[in-house]
């Protein structure tokens, strides 16, 4: 009986599928497309209807021969990629290389949004045929995507510099991000004052109220004179409570993950990026190894828009729920959460494919992260499906009668949880604190409308407001979703392109744009900001999802885009901004050739060069943390730093950490000073001392790490003089114990006979002979209680508290 063939994009979902399916059964994996446009060619017929000319992909030959080979055995071929665009595509080209004319295997395709034994089993019950207007959405967005990468990119290589690269919908990502950096140098700050008052009642805790209202309108302190002159009216006030308000407050839980609450959430508890959170997402769907059950895919498809949850899944949690936390914790009926209005029903939530599989069973069988991501995953599913939770929300009004004759309104308020419901598993993370968290911190007194309170103090402080925050990884996903850019699949290769084309960078685990970026993102929106507007950008998803649908003609889609496209296309090639030929004058003159200096664009960005050039090939590099390179006012007096040293001027440079000022003098003075630093780097100190390498003396310097004492012979000879610590070496008996830093700058001790003597501790070793297993020393070492001293011995336990040295 010959045997099906089935075939998924995965070796590894295709070893889940084939636990499933038995032997009659064959499955390979395609790994993958096995047909794209070519690398090195546009490949797109604009003249013949946007037509793509596809090749098979590098590498692939031999696969699809492999694949053809099992076809000819097989009187059915099922094709099992994943039920998204992509997967449709992949489908599409399998089917054009396997299917044979006449009386070739039937070719069918089936979709499943778990895997597992139910899911598979009813997808093979009902095969379907590959649906076209999936792979036509797929389609339109490559040819858009190529389109836009191909026209655009050596505009780029020829006004900026060769290796950039424009996309459709990485550029728009990237506008956001400049966007907000621009908004953030613009922002100037405000000052404005608070004035809380602390106050005891009859009974604990301490009242602590802050002002609201004056004379019954909002209390606006906007500095300290006017928060000192209510401090002072407030002097010998009466304090009465005015009101008591008690209400029930009701937080509904969160629906289960879709792709981008995932990543926004994953980014935010475990601080995982976008791609590995996908990457993590993947190996759980297609299956791991757990034991005697053999591979088992734990969760169902992760790239969905749809909060959908299937019939069987709702039973099964209802029934966990009701079993292990109780019936108070169980709706009436399941909780059943709107999806976006353009999502596709036909994927299901990211949810576990079954509840059974507790995170605590399955600790220890999986990686350490694939564990946490699935753990956050089951409990956001759990809690979908359990009660709201409840607080009673207490608010106190207090009312001042002050010596000015104004009447002032304080006001506290503060939850206290009521019942738990949902935040029995799960509680949703956040990009910043709210006004929720801070009711949840305050404690109230217990009070009655009319009570007098007494006063214990009276705390005005200052604040200003704070510009918006740049973007992380939730924060961008969270945006890009609600403009409705791309889609949750793309963020993950979006923001690893514009960190790998050096466009933005990461600071605190937040996008900072470059210089580069900045630059690119202000030729490409002032040429084509139509094509890189956020609204048309979310336009063209619907059309996509349109062509998804059936509703719309992806040859219309791709005609309409082309005619706009081309247009701006034409204006930049002929007015797009030279940046590589620009030169923008400044005050500056060259201290070589006395000939004026402009500001260049070079292969690292910005820098000063002299106009003499080549005859004089002086040069500076440009202040840093400058708002914008067009907004740099360069005068000579603002440019000049002098050397403390020698007394001529200092100018910028860049080096391996950046940045720097460094003496004009060079070589015969070598003194520089840091960035934003107020010292400039000493000059070396000579000593009397002589190098016991060389005889020549030894000089203290200035290194990174503060001062130190090497040879004044240095490049030539490289002796360092060590901290000693009056510890002999343990390992050979005849060197001492001398204080080193690593390449990162972290102290660690080692012997003076190095490399003779290799011993090395990150603990500070203590001549002091272990008690417990004779060990020759201890190492001192800091822990969150103190200082300690612990025996080196791993397989020894001593350890002691270091007594304080007497003063």
């Known amino acids: 009986m010959a045997k ?43 003249e013949r209807d946007f037509e793509p000319q596809y090749v098979i992909i590098e590498g692939k030959k031999k696969l699809i021969q492999e694949l053809k080979q099992a076809a000819k055995g097989a009187e059915v071929i099922y094709l099992a990629a994943d039920p998204d665009r992509e997967g449709e595509a992949i489908c599409q080209h399998l089917k054009e290389v396997l299917e044979g004319k006449r009386n070739g295997p039937t070719v069918h395709r089936v979709r499943f949004n778990e895997i597992t034994q139910g899911a598979i089993r009813r997808a093979f019950e009902t095969p379907a045929a590959v649906d076209a207007n999936l792979v036509q959405a797929q389609q339109a967005r490559r040819v858009l995507d190529r389109l836009v990468g191909y026209k655009i990119s050596p505009l780029l290589w020829d006004k900026v510099r060769r290796g950039l690269s424009a996309g459709r919908v990485q550029t728009v990502a990237l506008r956001l991000i400049v966007e907000r950096e621009r908004e953030i140098r613009a922002f100037r700050k405000e000052e404005y004052w608070t004035i809380d008052v602390q106050l005891s009642a009859k009974k604990p805790p301490l009242l602590e109220a802050r002002l609201a209202r004056k004379n019954g309108e909002n209390a606006g302190i906007p500095n300290q004179g006017s928060a000192d002159a209510i401090v002072a009216a407030l002097q010998d006030a009466s304090y009465v409570v005015d009101s008591v308000g008690t209400r029930e407050k009701k937080r509904n839980p969160v629906p289960p993950f879709i792709t981008s609450t995932l990543q926004q959430e994953a980014s935010r508890k475990l601080r995982f990026s976008v791609k590995r959170t996908m990457m993590l997402a993947q190996r759980l769907y297609e299956g791991v190894e757990l034991g005697a059950e053999g591979l088992v895919g734990l969760i169902s498809y992760m790239r969905t828009d749809s909060t959908r949850v299937s019939n069987e899944a709702l039973a099964e949690v209802r029934g966990f729920v009701r079993e292990r936390f109780g019936a108070a914790h169980l709706p009436a009926s399941p909780n059943f959460y709107r999806s976006r209005k353009d999502a596709q029903d036909a994927h299901e939530a990211i949810r576990p494919t079954s509840v059974l599989h507790t995170p605590d069973k399955l600790q220890g069988m999986l990686a350490e992260d694939e564990w946490r991501l699935y753990r956050l995953i089951w409990m956001r599913f759990v809690a979908s499906q359990m009660m709201p939770a409840l607080f009673d929300q207490t608010t106190i009004e207090v009312k001042a009668s002050a010596r000015d004759g104004a009447e002032y309104l304080f006001r506290a308020t503060g939850s206290v949880p009521k019942f738990d419901g949902f935040l ?27 009570e007098h309170l007494k006063f214990r103090g009276i705390t005005p402080e200052q604040h200003f407001t704070e510009p918006p925050p740049r973007y992380n990884e939730a924060t961008l996903v969270k945006e890009l979703e609600a403009d409705g850019v791309g889609r949750p699949s793309t963020y993950a290769s979006i923001l690893s392109t514009i ?15 470059t210089e580069l ?35 719309l003609d992806w040859r219309d889609a791709m005609n309409e885009f082309y005619g706009k496209f081309s247009k701006d296309l034409e204006h930049a090639e002929r007015n797009m901004t030279d940046i590589k030929r620009m030169e923008k004058p400044t005050d500056l003159v060259c201290d070589k050739c006395g000939k004026p200096m402009v500001i260049k664009w070079g292969r690292h960005g910005s820098f000063i060069a002299c106009t003499g050039y080549p005859d004089c090939t002086n040069t500076r590099e440009l202040p840093v943390d400058l708002p914008d390179v067009d907004k740099v006012d360069l005068t000579e007096q603002d440019a000049e730093e002098y050397c403390e040293n020698c007394g001529r001027s200092m100018v910028l440079k860049k080096g391996r950490f950046g940045t720097f000022y460094a003496c004009s003098g060079y070589p015969d003075c070598k003194t520089t000073k840091r960035i934003g630093s107020t010292e400039q780097r000493k000059a070396d100190v000579p000593l009397e001392e002589k190098c016991p390498q060389c005889g020549n003396h030894l000089v203290v310097k200035q290194g990174r790490y503060g001062e130190f004492t090497a040879c004044s012979n240095y490049p030539s000879c490289k002796y360092v003089k060590h901290k000693t610590i009056g510890v002999a070496c343990p390992n050979c008996g005849q060197g001492e114990i001398v204080e080193r830093r690593s390449k990162r700058g972290k102290t660690f001790y080692g012997c003076n006979r190095y490399p003779d003597c290799d011993f090395v501790s990150w603990g500070k070793p203590v001549a002091e002979s272990c008690p417990k ?24 336990k001593y350890k002691r508290a270091l007594e304080p040295a007497a003063s």
């Open 517 to 551: 970026g900045m630059v690119v993102t202000d030729l490409l929106v002032e040429s084509f900001d139509d094509i890189f507007d956020v609204r048309y950008t979310a336009r063209m998803e619907e059309e996509l999802d349109e062509i998804e649908d059936g509703k």
């Open 773 to 796: 297993c004779a060990s020759s020393y201890l190492v001192e070492k800091w822990l969150k209680n103190g200082p300690v001293l612990q025996c080196p011995n791993g397989e020894c």
């Open 499 to 513: 960190q790998g084309r050096e466009y933005v960078t990461k600071e605190s685990g937040r996008f900072v744009p």
């Open 4 to 46: 099906s063939l089935v075939i998924v994009e995965s070796p590894t979902k295709a070893k889940t599928i084939g636990k499933y399916l038995g032997k009659n059964y064959v499955v390979k994996a395609s790994l993958g497309h096995i047909k794209d446009l070519p690398k090195n060619d546009l490949a797109v017929a604009v």
């Open 424 to 450: 029995a598993v799960y509680e949703e993370g956040k990009d910043q604190k709210d006004e929720e968290d801070e009711e949840l911190k305050h404690k109230l007194p217990a009070v009655e409308p009319g």
